[in-house]
Every structure is written in C-alpha cells, then in structure tokens.
C-alpha cells in the first residue's frame, strides 16, 4: 500500500513540474497576444507603425504628435520635470495620453538609474538616488534593493510605467566608459544583483529595461561615438553576457541594444541595428520580450549612418522599440519603406502584437482585472486532483487503521469472554467441591 501510495504522490509531482515546464516555455506576453490582436484589428498600419516608437517627450508638440503619430510612449529627462508639481505633470501626461486615438494607453518613462544618471528624483525627493555601485558598498544586495524600492514608489506616484535601469555592463576599470554606472563587480554578482533587481520589478508589476546588451565592457568611448569591441566571443559569453542570460531567466520584459560594434557578432552594424545580434538574442538566448535600441539621436548613429535611415535599419533587425528625439522624421521613414515593401508587415504585426501586450500585462488601468482564467483553472484543477488523492490515501490508512484497532478490540472481547468463562467454571467447580 506505501508503495502505490508513493506512485501516486511522485505521479502528482510529474505532473506539476511538466506543467510548470509548459508555462515556462511560453513567451513572456503570450498571454496577452489574443487581446492586443483584437486591438490592433481596429488599428490603422500607420497607428501600428507608431507603436514601435519611443519618443524624447516635449510638452509643446506631445498632443498633435500623439493624435497624428500615435506612438507607443514617451521618454522623460530632467528639464521635463523642472517647474512642475507632482499633479502638474500628472495633468499634463493624461492630457497627452487622451489624445491617443486608440484603445491602449501611452507609456511614459525615464533614466533613473541613479548616481550620474537621474531624472525625477532631481525634482522630486531629498537628494537623488545613488548609484547601484555607492549602494552596494554600503550593504551589498539588501541596500540596493532598498533603494529600487523607493525608485519604484517615486515613478508610480508620478504615474510612469517603466524604468531604463539596470544596468547590467560589466565594468572593472575606472577608465571604462561605463565604470560609473555599473556595479563594477565581476560577472557572477553582477548576474546576482541584475537578478535580484528584476525580480523586484516583476514582482511589483513595474517594467525595468537591462541593459546595453552585449555589453560595454572596457570600452572606453561614449555613444556619441562609435566603438568596437574586439574581444573573443566565447570570452563574452562566459563574463558580458552572463547577467543578461539571468535576467532573460527571471523574466525581464525589456531589454535595451547598445550602438556598440562587437566584431565577433557583426563587423559591420552596430548591435541595436545589427540583425545577427537580435538573431542572438532571439534564438540563442530565448529572449522573447521587448527589444529596444537606445537613443537613435545619439552620435554613434548619427554619425556613422548617413545614406540609410536608422530606423528602417532598425526595424529590419528586429528591434520592438526604437528610442528617437527625432521621432517624425523616424516615423516617416518606416512608413515610406513599408509602403516601398522594403519592410515586410509581418515585421511590423509582430512587433506592435508584442508591444500592445506588454502594456496589457504592465501598463492598462484594468490590468488587475486580467487574469489567464485557462491557466488558473488547468493549475487549480492540478491542484485539486491532488488533493483529491491525498485526502484519499488518508481516508484509506485512517479506515484501514480503524478497522484493524476493530479487530483488536473484538479479540480482546473474546478473550476476555473466554477468561470470564473459564473463571465462572471454576467457581461453580469449586462450589460443588464445597458441597
């Protein structure tokens, strides 16, 4: 009976484990693909093509851009917050995002990565936040947590809905480009706080971006110009791109493309317009949430891609998101190369799907109220099934227990029915001698 017992029970835990399995091989947005199809059968190719565009926000031209362009959000820096109260730009991000003339709301973010990199917390609380490497000094893990913490309280009382933090370069010397900015420890506690810090986002329904995959490194130039890395790529899968492998682990639904040229992928195109390292991303690495280049405005672009358009370059390598401040020019150039079929729409149906269903998952004011009603009932009914079979194994022993402690009893009653016969004989033996 233990032995079935114990089939049973390993039988039940097969089971949870392959489902779990099953869940995890889904994509990130894939339960919000139904529903960002139904919107986007309403939708114009045009309104489509704007959703794959984050623009630099300026106030003075948001409200025509976004009922013309209509584009997926908006990135704020400092000067946007200057001279505004908290429900100043409140106000004035709703007026934005009512403009929008279809059914799914503007995403509105920032840089906060903090240290030399803040934008909010110049304006909005006592100091800036400090840099992942200060507060890691001070406490490790714990304390940066602490401080994503207060990060993410701050940009939901602004009503912003993503964060293009962490930063997940791996940089050792102060010479470095990105030394600042990193934690500037080695790739295995990088992984750990990268891993640590998207959890945190996850957990709280906030979107973090990690970035600038691949990776930085020691490279020692800005993104206002370019730069080559030259190292063996099995040295970079073995220390750069370990802390991203983690957070596509852990599920980071963003993950922002430098402009940097690492020869060992693509010798040509820098990597947020190369289509060998998105393929590297997609397909070597799993990765299916956002893909987002950074700044096309940045002089490592501009500089460098003259005769083509950045963002039809963009596109064609498969990025989701592109962050422009030049956002009609960017717009117009996508648009004229759908219509010359130098972009096939699948790319663009694709990208749009994805990006409408992760402001499904992280952004819509209803998303409390969506939930994967198929999933929680084919979990449930795992989970009742289950307890069915516990519940009954327990009956069974506690009955089977019962039964024998029954059967104890009533050999105890004939023995004490015999003893008790035994006894009257020898006393009615014994009388009769008396006799």
């Known amino acids: 009976m233990k032995f079935k017992k114990m089939n049973i029970l390993l039988l039940f835990i097969f089971i949870i484990f392959s489902l779990l399995n099953l869940i995890d091989s889904k994509e990130l947005f894939e339960d919000y693909y139904k529903r960002a199809e139904e919107i986007m059968s309403d939708m114009t190719l045009n309104q489509k093509i704007g959703q794959m565009f984050i623009a630099r926000y300026n106030n003075a031209t948001a409200v025509e851009e976004v009922a013309n362009y209509t584009p997926a959000g908006y990135l704020l820096f400092d000067d946007n917050f200057a001279n505004h109260t908290e429900k100043e730009l409140i106000s004035e ?133 370019i730069s080559y890395d030259k190292r063996p790529l099995d040295y970079l899968k073995k220390n750069d791109l370990v802390p991203f492998a983690k957070a596509i682990e852990h599920k980071v639904p963003m993950i922002m493309i430098s402009h940097l040229i690492v020869e060992e992928i693509d010798k040509y195109y820098p990597s947020s317009l190369s289509k060998a390292v998105h393929d590297m991303l997609r397909n070597e690495y799993n990765y299916s949430g956002l893909i987002v280049t950074d700044s096309l405005s940045l002089g490592a672009i501009t500089k460098n ?28 150039d996508v648009v004229a190369a759908v219509n010359n079929n130098e972009i096939n729409i699948t790319l663009i149906e694709k990208a749009a799907k994805r990006v409408i269903a992760w402001k499904l998952q992280y952004i819509y004011k209803e998303q409390n109220l969506i939930f994967n009603f198929a999933f929680l009932y084919v979990f449930g009914s795992f989970i009742l099934i289950g307890l069915i079979i516990l519940v009954s194994c327990y009956v069974v022993r506690n009955k089977k227990k019962h039964l024998n402690n029954y059967d104890d009893e009533e050999d105890n009653n004939d023995n004490f029915s015999a003893h008790g016969k035994r006894l009257i004989s020898n006393q009615s033996d014994q009388r009769d001698s008396e006799l």
């Open 93 to 225: 991000l709703r007026n934005a995002s009512n403009q929008l003339p279809i059914n799914i709301p503007l995403a509105f973010g920032v840089n906060e990565e903090g240290g030399t990199v803040c934008t909010a917390s110049l304006y909005y609380r006592e100091g800036i936040f400090p840099s992942p490497r200060e507060s890691f000094i001070k406490g490790g893990i714990n304390t940066i947590l602490e401080v994503e913490k207060d990060k993410r309280e701050l940009l939901h009382r602004l009503k912003l809905n993503y964060n293009f933090a962490p930063v997940a370069d791996i940089s050792l010397d102060p010479g470095d480009y990105m030394y600042n900015r990193s934690l500037g420890q080695n790739s295995n506690i990088t992984s750990d706080y990268i891993k640590n810090v998207v959890d945190s986002y996850y957990e709280n329904t906030f979107t973090c971006c990690v970035k600038h995959f691949p990776g930085y490194g020691n490279i020692t130039n800005s993104p206002d110009d």
């Open 305 to 332: 891609i003259t005769n083509v358009s950045a963002a039809v370059l963009a596109v064609l390598a498969g990025n989701d998101l592109i962050v422009t401040y030049n956002y009609k020019e960017h717009y117009d």
